[in-house]
Structure formats: structure tokens, C-alpha cells
């Protein structure tokens, strides 16, 4: 009954910059944690960016320094914006929310949107 729709998905040069987003359905705050994950062809989905409830967020080695998360609880929405995007950050995008009481680690993703392709050229 829950809904995630990402949106922002493109075709970009090295270099420049995207920002996705992704409303649900709920209010986000009722969310223990939501965030990004990514899975670039022939490759397994990995975790890109996370924010908890209380906003703690966290980012896979990859994208530190060029990735932000960020969120409007008044919108439903989170933001991810991408700077310095590099032919590696090419993948399938998904936004996916924990929404369980409480914030528990390892987080539980049991809501998933439907993804937005992001292309990097060289």
C-alpha cells in the first residue's frame, strides 16, 4: 500500500551533476531509515546513501564528498544529488524505505520504488 516513485533519472557527460527524487506515499518521518541503492549493469545492488529517522545519514565509500541526501518531510520527498558524476555511477537507481519501528541495524528494506536510470558518459 506503500509507494515510492523515484524521478530525475538522465543522460549526463562526466562532470555534471543529476539530483534524483523519490515521494512516498506516507509521511517519511514515519520511516525508520530511507535511502539509495544502485545496481549498475552485470553488477550486484549496493547501498549509496541512507538517512535515518533522527537524519543520521551514511554513504558507500564511493560517493563520499560527491553525494548528498537530503529530505523534505513536508513533501514526502527525498533528494539525492549527484555532483561530479563518473562513467562508474552509471545503474538503475532505487529509493527504498525501512518501516520498521524502530531504527535497527542491519536497516530492513521492505519498500521499494520502481528505479530511474542514471547514464554517465565519458
Known amino acids: 500500500q506503500v509507494q515510492l516513485v523515484e524521478s530525475g533519472g538522465g543522460l549526463v557527460q562526466a562532470g555534471g551533476s543529476l539530483r534524483l527524487s523519490c515521494t512516498a506515499s506516507v509521511n517519511i518521518f514515519s520511516l525508520a531509515a530511507i535511502g539509495w541503492h544502485r545496481q549498475p549493469p552485470g553488477k550486484q545492488r549496493e547501498l549509496v546513501a541512507v538517512m535515518t529517522r533522527s537524519s543520521t545519514t551514511t554513504y558507500a565509500n564511493s560517493v563520499k564528498g560527491r553525494f548528498t541526501i537530503s529530505r523534505d518531510i513536508a513533501k514526502n520527498t527525498v533528494y539525492l544529488q549527484m555532483n561530479s558524476l563518473e562513467p562508474e555511477d552509471t545503474a538503475v537507481y532505487y529509493c527504498?524505505?525501512?518501516?520498521?519501528?524502530?531504527?535497527?541495524?542491519?536497516?530492513?528494506?521492505?519498500?521499494w520504488g520502481q528505479g530511474t536510470q542514471v547514464t554517465v558518459s565519458s
Open positions: 527504498a524505505g525501512d518501516n520498521r519501528a524502530a531504527v535497527r541495524w542491519p536497516l530492513a528494506f521492505a519498500l
